[in-house]
């Protein structure tokens, strides 16, 4: 039974893409705030239960789908994702899906569109980048008012961005930093971005338009991943190395990160240049400031891990003082060196 049916009065929110990362955060946030929320997914089994939320079970590439989730919404978030879903091209499915929400949305009456895009980097953009800018542009171009809030890494379990910095942090007894690591970001929490996403409701919106939703602070990758370790009380032996390439350096992760392989490798495809906002403003629009700093945000991260099974938990020990070992050899082995 939809429990949003006996509230007619409240706004209705619809959360494209809410078993994601993102949407899962958001959807508690909707109903907290008051809004007769629904959700999209593919499989509804095995979508998390989450009081007063509907889960309406529809494949947004399908117009028919589109239409039903679509009626009586007064408010869509846009938090849809192709990379990694196996599609042979995410760009052009990701924009297909973009062009066919856009058109449902109107004809449906939707009153606006809130979507979660990424940052526009300093030099020429990685595939998903790009895609994530191009849905942003297809978004804004359709019949409804549209809200681009564009953000680099999230911080939060469940974050691949989070996950790659995480792991090569703390799974390496030692690390070459090549030259792009010294590409900067502002990376957000991803409480701040659920609040950025709820207040964009009411944000006044003449005509479509985007942010940039910057973190408090502007970090280069080595000095992200040596805090992560610092954070475990790790102090990581590190070598620069200035003509390793991302995308050579992008095979680390098959051997680190338990991230999908394929969509870690485009994230970071995405680090080659710097990746800082150019259009600010949106804090002061909606009378918020993130409240989370990278240190705070990344130790709440990682105090509050899922803890493994019994099997996964000694090996992570075993894993964890095998790197410890390595690493203070290492470590004094360049001391004595010095």
């Keep these: 039974m939809d429990s949003n049916r006996n509230a007619p009065d409240k706004k209705r929110a619809l959360v494209a893409g809410g078993t994601g ?137 469940g974050s691949v961005s989070w996950q790659i910095v995480r792991d090569l942090a703390l799974r390496l007894p030692a690390m070459l930093l090549p030259s792009w690591t010294d590409s900067r970001t502002c990376p957000i929490d991803v409480d701040d971005v659920t609040e950025a996403l709820l207040r964009g409701v009411d944000v006044p919106l003449n005509e479509s338009t985007w942010y940039d939703i910057p973190g408090p602070e502007t970090l280069s990758a080595r000095e992200i991943l040596l805090r992560v370790a610092a954070l475990r009380g790790r102090h990581l032996p590190n070598l620069r190395v200035p003509l390793l390439s991302v995308s050579l350096s992008s095979w680390w992760l098959k051997l680190v990160t338990r991230a999908d392989f394929a969509i870690a490798r ?60 390595v690493a203070r050899k290492l470590s004094r082995g360049g001391a004595q060196r010095s």
């Design 21 to 157: 990362f993102v949407g899962r955060a958001l959807l508690p946030r909707l109903v907290e705030a008051g809004y007769a929320v629904r959700a999209t997914s593919r499989h509804v089994s095995k979508s998390p239960a989450i009081p007063g939320v509907e889960w309406l079970e529809s494949d947004v590439r399908e117009r028919a789908d589109l239409e039903r989730v679509l009626r009586d919404v007064d408010v869509a978030f846009f938090l849809v994702h192709a990379m990694g879903s196996g599609e042979s091209d995410f760009a052009q499915a990701e924009q297909r899906t973009a062009l066919q929400f856009r058109e449902a949305a109107g004809r449906a009456g939707v009153k606006r569109i809130v979507y979660l895009g990424g940052v526009a980097p300093e030099g020429k953009p990685s595939e998903h980048l790009q895609s994530r800018l191009r849905v942003g542009e297809l978004l804004r171009e359709g019949p409804v008012p549209t809200l681009e809030l564009r953000a680099s890494m999230i911080i939060g379990n």
């Design 266 to 325: 485009e994230l970071v495809l995405g680090l080659s240049t710097d990746l800082l906002p150019t259009r600010l403003g949106y804090w002061d629009a909606i009378d918020y400031r993130p409240k989370w700093d990278f240190e705070a945000s990344a130790r709440r991260a990682l105090a509050n891990e899922p803890a493994p099974d019994d099997v996964a938990g000694v090996g992570a020990r075993l894993e964890e003082a095998l790197v410890q070992l």
